[in-house]
């Protein structure tokens, strides 16, 4: 029989590619905040998901005085996995409404565990046929009780908040575009700085947050 031949073919080989396509709609699974703004052309998850390791691989190192002991290559992998439930569950927005001082807290604490529910159960259909890792990065980064992915985290919310740098430089965003409520509490991109801050639990972190802000509201003003 040939190679190539369907007999020749790994049923659990099958599964894998097909998992692995169902990830792949992360790419195109384009983040809710950005268009709920109007932003024009708005960066996808898994954009987002590449600038947080990024950020993870190149700031690392700074966070080592607030999480000593942080592995970065292990923080790695948790970077690349933190949002890949959604490309089956699509992507929520946080609302500044919604955010206290608590980490990932919402006002509505039964939204959150339907939230993290729901995405458990992605998992078990995307990372089903894949290494154990995936599954365990992920529940790692969600747990959020290591040095790595309390550094993810960091990583995650000052990718936000350089993005939204970079869309006020560029003028990327039109309120026409956009929802109308998204623009009631809060100008401009203002409301990605104010979602971001509160949750924020190192030195580190807060020092990065000051000044991407700074820059940002000298972009705004201009």
């Known amino acids: 029989m040939a190679p190539g031949d369907d007999a020749d073919a790994d049923p659990a080989d099958d599964a894998a590619l097909d998992a692995l ?3 792949y709609a992360l790419k195109d699974e384009r983040r809710t905040g950005w268009q709920l703004r109007g932003v024009d052309e708005p960066e996808s998850v898994a954009a987002h998901s590449w600038g947080v390791a990024y950020l993870v691989l190149t ?8 999480l000593p002991g942080v592995d970065r290559d292990r923080a790695l992998r ?3 996995v933190h949002d890949v439930a959604e490309a089956e569950t699509g992507d ?3 609302r500044a409404a919604d955010v206290t001082a608590d980490d990932d807290a919402t006002g509505d604490a039964v939204d959150r565990e339907a ?3 729901a995405e458990r ?3 078990r259909d995307l990372a089903g046929p894949l290494p154990e890792r995936v599954r365990d990065a992920w529940e790692a980064y969600e747990a959020r009780n290591s040095p790595e992915a309390v550094l993810v985290k960091e990583c995650d919310l000052l990718d936000t908040c350089l993005q939204a740098l970079r869309y006020e430089r560029g003028d990327r965003y039109d309120p026409e575009r956009g929802d109308p409520d998204a623009f009631r509490e809060y ?3 203002d409301e990605f700085f104010a979602t971001s801050e509160p949750r924020l639990r190192t030195d580190a972190g807060v020092e990065l947050f000051a000044s991407i802000r700074e820059r940002y509201r ?3 003003d201009r």
């Not at 700031?59 to 607030?66: K, V």
């Open 21 to 23: 396509l169902d990830a």
């Open 59 to 66: 700031l690392g190192d700074r966070f080592r005085e607030d």
């Open 78 to 80: 948790l970077a690349v």
């Open 92 to 94: 929520v927005a946080t």
């Open 115 to 117: 939230k993290v529910a």
């Open 121 to 123: 159960e992605a998992l």
């Open 187 to 189: 100008d401009d991109l």
């Open 218 to 220: 000298a972009a705004r």
